[in-house]
């Protein structure tokens, strides 16, 4: 079962796609976080996820370093692929906030948050609003091959 409106979110720590650990706690009293888990890195729909949010600057306070402190929501992208590949697929295409690795073990944050699909190996569309304080105040899970709008984090940012 999917983490639910008006939970408090699980803590993880990952590292991003340059080797850094990010703590989701870390976040807390300074920005909120628009969480959001995709299957997999250079994936057509989840690259055209991503760069919706990369082009309307979602999560970087327009400026595109991707650091909380300032108000401004904080994007964390999460996907069962190594940090490898990961960094390959930022580069590629410019992607100025996190990328996760939930690669090992396997899918452990996927599973906490009840997005990861045993049966294929990887996480489904679960993205979840994070206000200051640690509290899910918006969720919504798709399945592998149904794309999420970034107009629908912005309206739930917008309600915090």
């Not at 909120?32 to 888990?37: D, E, W």
């Not at 990861?116 to 190996?121: I, N, Q, R, T």
Request: aromatic share 10%; glycine share 12%; with cysteine.
């Amino acid at each position: 079962m999917a983490v639910a409106v008006g939970d408090v979110a699980p803590d993880f720590e990952l590292n991003d796609q340059h080797g850094k650990a990010v703590k989701l706690s870390d976040f807390r009293g300074k920005a909120p976080v628009v969480l959001m888990f995709y299957p997999f890195a250079f994936s057509s729909i989840c690259t055209g996820e991503l760069c919706e949010i990369r082009d309307d600057h979602l999560g970087d306070g327009g400026a595109g370093d991707g650091e909380a402190g300032d108000g401004e929501a904080v994007v964390l992208a999460v996907s069962t692929d190594p940090m490898y590949a990961l960094r390959a697929f930022a580069d590629t295409e410019g992607f100025k906030h996190a990328l996760l690795s939930d690669f090992w073990p396997h899918g452990e944050v996927a599973k906490k948050y009840g997005v990861f699909l045993d049966d294929k190996g990887f996480a489904t569309r679960g993205t979840f609003v994070i206000d200051k304080d640690g509290v899910v105040r918006w969720a919504v899970v798709n399945g592998p091959g149904d794309a999420r709008p970034v107009a629908d984090y912005r309206a739930a940012l917008a309600a915090l």
